[in-house]
T-cell receptor
Framework: GDSVTQMEGPVTLSEEAFLTINCTYTATGYPSLFWYVQYPGEGLQLLLK?????DKGSNKGFEATYRKETTSFHLEKGSVQVSDSAVYFCALTATDKLIFGTGTRLQVFP | EPEVTQTPSHQVTQMGQEVILRCVPISNHLYFYWYRQILGQKVEFLVSFYNNEISEKSEIFDDQFSVERPDGSNFTLKIRSTKLEDSAMYFC????????????FGQGTRLTVV
């Protein structure tokens, strides 16, 4: 079945460092891909999305490109802030449900 | 900005009791979902609901679970006889279309079964 694999955390960075969180997927159809973020004590918020191959989703300085050839959707940010500390979930949907990865906790220190 | 709202934010219940978790989806959305997240683990799909019926459910969604849209605005998840392992954060979500579109999530209800 469809699945999402994320790099394990926690990822610990200093402020202004470059961030990459790896995400790969397995899907039989042509899924849309998403990154959701969960700040401490809060629910899930959509961070960005891409609906077809080579699309780049971006929001709040975060970017991810839908790579069909490598079945990947890695999340990147050029300069992280302390306020980016959260759990990041990669997800896909090809039908009527989201399939999530296990989440990657990001901790950014000043 | 429209949002999905869930009540209560936290519910503590005794094992074997029934609980009802409530959600108000975004008003013009047609597809509704429940997910759960056991502490520290991945977010898992429970059930999707469209046109007043379940469109898909996971193997987690067994006979002790049920969903209902009792009126034009609420969407509820009932757990008939709670078990300790039902302790989790339960998220309601809604979307305007079914395929390849984003779902908007509520803040979640933390259910603690004691």
């Amino acid at each position: 079945g469809d699945s999402v694999t994320q790099m394990e955390g926690p990822v610990t960075l200093s402020e202004e460092a470059f961030l990459t969180i790896n995400c790969t997927y397995t899907a039989t159809g042509y899924p849309s891909l998403f990154w959701y973020v969960q700040y401490p004590g809060e629910g899930l918020q959509l961070l960005l999305k891409a609906t077809k191959a080579d699309d780049k989703g971006s929001n709040k300085g975060f970017e991810a490109t839908y790579r069909k050839e490598t079945t990947s959707f890695h999340l990147e940010k050029g300069s992280v802030q302390v306020s980016d500390s959260a759990v990041y979930f990669c997800a896909l949907t090809a039908t009527d449900k989201l399939i999530f990865g296990t989440g990657t906790r990001l901790q950014v220190f000043p | 900005e429209p949002e999905v709202t869930q009540t209560p934010s936290h519910q503590v219940t005794q094992m074997g009791q029934e609980v009802i978790l409530r959600c108000v989806p975004i008003s013009n959305h047609l597809y509704f979902y429940w997910y759960r997240q056991i502490l520290g683990q991945k977010v898992e799909f429970l059930v999707s609901f469209y046109n007043n019926e379940i469109s898909e459910k996971s193997e987690i969604f067994d006979d002790q679970f049920s969903v209902e849209r009792p009126d034009g605005s609420n969407f509820t998840l009932k757990i008939r006889s709670t078990k300790l392992e039902d302790s989790a954060m339960y998220f309601c979500a809604s979307s305007g279309a079914v395929v390849n579109t984003e779902a908007f999530f509520g803040q979640g209800t933390r259910l603690t079964v004691v």
